[in-house]
């Protein structure tokens, strides 16, 4: 992803403004998802998968790697996560207690993390980061759209791993601490 980020780069573009694009495209992938349209949610979420990526490429090509736009990544994530979810759970037209709770494990995965890292050096056990949960939900967005709803299952799935992935956080912590 370096020299596309270094393309984008010389464009002017900031890592930041490619982060609220990512933004933009969950968002857009919801609004798809809640209207039942599978091929446009595939591609938006694509697209934000792309945007996840790019920005940090874009950051160390121009030198901006800064702690604030560490910072703005992990929160758009958590918003892209919840509105990507919201969107699932309108096409279902329901399920929102388990979307909560995916919800939740999505946010928990990065608070673990995070408030970990406080204490100990690294904190990267677990299998549910966000690059695996957005691999998870394209791979049932896909199978969606040729006519294979495995939406409730896979929101099921993420559910267990988000958790699980917190759970492994906090005894890998508590062993290291």
């Not at 792309?50 to 990544?73: W, Y």
């Not at 996560?81 to 995965?109: K, Q, T």
């Not at 993420?158 to 005894?171: G, K, M, S, W, Y």
């Amino acid at each position: 992803m370096l020299p596309l980020g270094g393309f984008f780069a010389k464009s002017g573009i900031s890592p930041n403004v490619v982060t609220i694009l990512g933004l933009l495209a969950s968002a857009a992938a919801a609004w798809a998802f809640a209207y039942g349209n599978l091929v446009y949610a595939l591609l938006l979420l694509v697209l934000t998968s792309f945007f996840d990526i790019l920005d940090g490429a874009v950051a160390k090509a121009t030198g901006k790697v800064t702690k604030f736009g560490g910072f703005l990544d992990s929160v758009v994530d958590r918003y892209s996560d919840a509105l990507i979810l919201i969107g699932i759970a309108m096409y279902l037209g329901g399920h929102y207690i388990l979307v909560m709770v995916v919800i939740v494990g999505c946010i928990l995965v990065s608070y673990t993390r995070a408030r970990a890292e406080n204490f100990i050096e690294k904190c990267d056990v677990g299998f549910a980061e966000r690059a695996e949960r957005l691999i998870v939900l394209l791979f049932a967005t896909l199978l969606g759209a040729i006519g294979i709803d495995l939406f409730y299952e896979t929101l099921i799935i993420l559910a267990i791993i988000t958790h699980l992935t917190v759970l492994q956080r906090v005894l890998f912590t508590k062993k290291n601490i």
